[in-house]
């Protein structure tokens, strides 16, 4: 694992989000259309989306029954809005776990262990639980969170142009897999598929030697070709946005790793 950055010290706030017992409810009384079911599961995530980024947040669709946020500088009170707001809306709740951690590996873990000990997320008797706590505006910095964003060099060249889309398709999500698993063994990080090219990545203090090396990892394992612009905040939108000029950087100077501080 690649030494953290030593003149940084990260607090990453997450939020893992599960439905409540959306696996019978999806058969129950009778199964349920899967285009009703992807249409829901779409919306609700664009709604997450929006509530928690207008909050300065940033949600992410996992396996979309379940989802992870950032949520650093949102408090326990608006979660609770948040979860009120998707229970008047939707045929579903879901429960909220909010955690913290040096890395954002750890501060899943916690927050996922939250909702395990509060019941099974097929269990019909378990509804809307909110549970942890968010990091008090006193113990909050300005580099408490590091956002890694990567994409795929010149995937347009070598795929969309030339490619059949679902040999494209492959290419892609090869190297977002090979990525998303090297990040977090060797890394501690979460790194997460955001549509086209691009991959996320919320990552403890990292330096950008372990940022060439994941790159390095990516190419000898499965041929893709990645670069990554790093930005660190108080919030995932403050990282994110440094993250998204240093990228600019990479394509800008061709280089494959651009810090943004």
């Not at 086209?196 to 041929?223: F, Q």
């Amino acid at each position: 694992m690649a030494p953290e950055r030593p003149d940084i010290v990260t607090n990453t706030q997450v939020t893992h989000i599960q439905i409540d017992n959306y696996g019978p409810w999806t058969v129950t009384p009778e199964p349920r259309r899967e285009v009703d079911l992807q249409t829901l599961q779409s919306r609700l995530y664009a709604d997450l989306s929006q509530l928690l980024g207008n909050r300065d947040g940033y949600a992410f669709f996992t396996r979309f029954d379940n989802m992870v946020a950032v949520t650093n500088g949102i408090d326990m009170e608006t979660h609770a809005l948040v979860q009120e707001s998707v229970g008047n809306r939707y045929p579903v709740t879901m429960s909220l776990s909010v955690a913290t951690g040096r890395s954002p590996v750890t501060a899943l873990g916690t927050a996922t262990e939250q909702l395990q000990e509060a019941g099974s997320a097929q269990d019909r008797h378990r509804r809307e639980i909110l549970k942890g706590r968010a990091i008090d505006e006193e113990f909050r910095a300005d580099d408490d969170v590091q956002i890694a964003h990567f994409d795929v060099d010149d995937a347009t060249g070598k795929y969309t142009d030339r490619l059949n889309e679902f040999d494209t398709f492959i290419r892609i999500e090869q190297g977002y897999a090979e990525l998303m698993r090297y990040m977090r063994h060797e890394h501690d990080s979460l790194s997460f598929f955001v549509g086209g090219d691009n991959v996320i990545a919320v990552c403890p203090a990292l330096d950008a030697p372990a940022y060439a090396d994941a790159v390095e990892h990516v190419h000898d394992a499965v041929d893709v070709e990645l670069k990554v612009g790093v930005g660190r905040g108080k919030t995932a939108a403050d990282a994110g946005m440094e993250a998204k000029h240093a990228l600019e950087q990479c394509r800008n100077a061709g280089s494959a790793v651009e810090l943004g501080f």
